[in-house]
């Protein structure tokens, strides 16, 4: 039985988070960059953390990572400090912010050092596959596009398909078809067990991959759940204008400028059946109908009026 299908047969099981993060301190200086952060991560999740930049996603992962120490506050990764690096080191792989791979090595010789560094067994073949890199595993670092380079940082983190990855903004300067490939190469890792936490900026993808999700702004978290549950929070709108001389639909409503309706529902359907049967009961013609649900971007935006929570 290989350690994947081994991992996959493990995920029914109750198990201790992958990590665990509590009250989580990061200064620099009289500078609190992030301030008394809580979470967990469970094994087998995509987490995404997300917020405005200068957040402190980046000094928050970087202490998981076990690249900085914290201010103060209790750090678990795999149930040890993160900076206990014979036992998490091995177990866990890292796709920091910027490259930092040697210029005058070849894209072949880079993923071969990773592969020692590492600890975990793979073939520098498969890693080139899987970023993509193949066709270009003998030119030098110094003469790969931006994209290119960050595909090689990807396969530091996948190189022998670790336990944990951390993705610090994996998909930031990559094309459309690189960013599918990456993503799919992530699904494919968690199927086998992975468990990943990233952060990114690309709103849509966190909605579309991620378990769970940390929205932070100057520190703190402002909301943390599922997608669901963060957009949950806001209500969802329904707009359309009104003929002149039409009677005054059902339901509360916002301005109601030259006929224009604003509705603003956490039930949008149920509200939506209503306007309708209201309408076709009054013959009134609801002109630009539109109806939309709440989309992460509108809680992103509002994240200047969410209060903190640890
Ligand atoms: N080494 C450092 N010394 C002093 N201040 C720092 C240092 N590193 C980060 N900061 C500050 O801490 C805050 C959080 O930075 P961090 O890089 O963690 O944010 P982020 O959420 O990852 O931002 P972005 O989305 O812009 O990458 C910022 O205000 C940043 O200027």
């Known amino acids: 039985m290989t350690a994947a299908s081994d991992r996959r047969l493990d995920r029914g099981r109750p198990s201790a988070p992958v990590i665990e993060v509590e009250s989580l301190n990061v ?21 995404a953390l997300l917020g ?18 914290a201010s103060s506050g209790r750090i678990q990764v795999f149930g040890t400090s993160p ?35 590492s600890g975990r067994s793979d073939t520098v073949t498969r890693i080139l596959e899987v970023v993509d890199l193949t066709s270009k595993a003998d030119t ?14 990807f396969a530091t983190a996948v190189y022998g398909r670790p336990e944990l990855i ?27 067990g992975s468990t990943i936490i990233l952060t990114t900026h690309y709103l849509e993808e966190a909605q579309q991959r991620a378990d769970r999700i940390g929205l932070m702004h100057q520190g703190t978290f402002r909301l ?20 002149p001389g039409a009677p005054t639909p059902p339901l509360p409503s916002g301005s109601a400028d030259a006929g224009h309706v604003l509705i603003e ?20 013609e609801l002109i630009d109908l539109a109806a939309a649900p709440t989309r992460l971007d509108d809680v992103f935006r509002a994240i200047d009026t969410t209060p903190a929570h640890s």
């Open 224 to 243: 943390q759940g599922t997608v669901a549950e963060l957009t949950g929070t806001l209500p969802a709108s329904i707009q359309f204008t009104l003929p």
């Open 52 to 69: 405005t930049n200068g957040a402190g996603k980046t000094s928050a992962l970087e202490v998981i990572e076990g690249h900085r120490r």
């Open 27 to 47: 200064t620099y200086g009289d500078f609190r960059a992030v301030k008394d952060l809580s979470f967990q991560v469970q094994r087998g999740e995509v987490y």
């Open 166 to 192: 951390i993705l610090d903004e994996p998909t930031t300067g990559l094309d459309i078809q690189s960013r599918d490939a990456l993503w799919s190469a992530v699904e494919q890792l968690r199927q086998d």
């Open 83 to 117: 900076t206990d690096r014979a036992a998490v080191r091995s177990r866990t792989g890292i796709m920091l912010q910027e490259s930092g791979f040697a210029a005058d090595l070849t894209v072949a010789e880079s993923v071969r050092l990773i592969g020692r560094l």
């Open 140 to 153: 030098r670092v110094a003469q790969l596009s931006g994209g290119e380079k960050r595909r090689l940082d």
């Open 265 to 284: 529902t956490f039930q949008l359907q149920r509200d939506l059946k209503q306007l309708l049967d209201w309408a076709e009961d009054h013959r009134v």
